[in-house]
């Protein structure tokens, strides 16, 4: 199949990309405005291959996506073009706003118009398939976890931006007959992570001698998913799931964030140990908490399991000490990134 990523380019996009172009046959054409977060870096390996191509460009420019989906004509979209980080949402939301609200419209409304030139074959076998996020669903209590029919309570610009995406493509495959998927997942990590994110920032801050800062008391739980897994969950579901379905995936790894940062600490202490023989864990620092912080997110992934078959490889200790271990062999790549970032502390929301 021809395969349209946008984000390509991201963390999630481009493993995405790397293991469609490894494990499969599909064409693949991504398309990425390159923006902080993202990096042809990632995408190396890649970068030649006879069934890949890049294209610069905004999922906002309607004349870019038209040009696209006339030159490729994808039998697949999957859409991963997105701001992500919460704590930058409440600093600057409109950023947020355009590319996940704006950007997804524009992409539905070009995808709705390739889709209106197929027929036969082509037209039973497309799919719009929008990734998004286990924070669109709130804060969960002490017990309990996220299933597809989990009432929607975002909290953060950023994940009332991601919401009202899945609503438009939810509304765009009732009201237009657009066939298409949602995926929402919990908490990624692994290679190629923009040094911003909770796990490559802690391990960038360790080796910097800084401190590590965790919010609050360090309570707050996420599941972790290792995006490695979490690619392979997102292929099965465009090349199987039923259209207008939407599938939960998670790594069923529920941490409080100071035990993360513990872990991370653990690790580097036997990977890479402090000239003065301390423990990296001494770094640690409990700053204000951010304005609006999620007690806890888990996610229940059982209809995916049950309907596709899926469930992760990757256990969150190994996968750690896989990821912790990549950074250090990669300085050079996150090393100028985290030069190039401001200090300043954000997600205050001032």
Not at 164 to 187: E, F, K, M, Q, R
Request: net charge negative.
């Amino acid at each position: 199949m021809r395969i349209l990523v946008t984000g390509g380019a991201g963390f999630i996009g481009s493993a995405l990309v790397r293991h469609l172009i490894a494990a499969t046959a599909h064409h693949v054409l991504n398309l990425d405005a390159l923006t902080y977060a993202g990096s042809l870096a990632s995408l190396a390996g890649v970068e030649g291959h006879p069934r890949y191509r890049f294209v610069k460009a905004d999922i906002c420019d309607p004349d870019a996506l038209a040009e696209a989906f006339a030159a490729f004509r994808p039998d697949i979209v999957t859409n991963l073009a997105a701001e992500t980080h919460v704590d930058r949402s409440l600093d600057g939301p409109e950023a947020f706003i355009e590319t996940n609200l704006v950007g997804t419209y524009r992409l539905l409304v070009a995808a709705r118009r390739h889709f209106e030139t197929l027929a036969g074959d082509a037209r039973a076998a497309f799919r719009f398939h929008h990734i998004s996020t286990d924070e669109v669903f709130g804060s969960l209590g002490e017990s309990g976890a996220f299933t597809e029919v989990t009432p929607y309570d975002p909290r953060s610009p950023y994940s009332a931006s991601k919401a009202g995406s899945d609503h438009l493509v939810s509304a765009w495959g009732h009201s237009y007959g657009l066939p298409v998927l949602l995926t929402n997942c919990s908490n990624n990590y692994g290679p190629w992570q923009f040094p911003e994110k909770m796990i490559p920032l802690m391990i960038a801050r360790a080796l910097a001698g800084d401190t590590l800062p965790v919010y609050g008391r360090g309570d707050n739980v996420r599941d972790w998913l290792h995006v490695d897994d979490h690619v392979r969950a997102l292929r099965l579901v465009f090349e199987g799931g039923r259209p207008g379905r939407r599938y939960n995936v998670g790594g069923g790894a529920e941490r409080r964030n100071i035990d993360v940062v513990h872990a991370i600490c653990a690790v580097l202490d036997r990977l890479r140990p402090r000239h003065d023989g301390a423990s990296y864990a001494g770094q640690i620092a409990f700053v204000a908490d951010r304005p609006g912080h999620d007690r806890r997110y888990a996610i229940d992934a059982t209809r995916i399991t049950r309907e596709l078959g899926w469930s992760p490889d990757h256990g969150f200790e190994s996968g750690l000490e896989a990821t912790v271990g990549w950074y250090l062999d990669h300085a050079g790549w996150w090393e100028p990134m985290v030069a190039q970032q401001a200090s300043v502390r954000r997600g205050l929301g001032r």
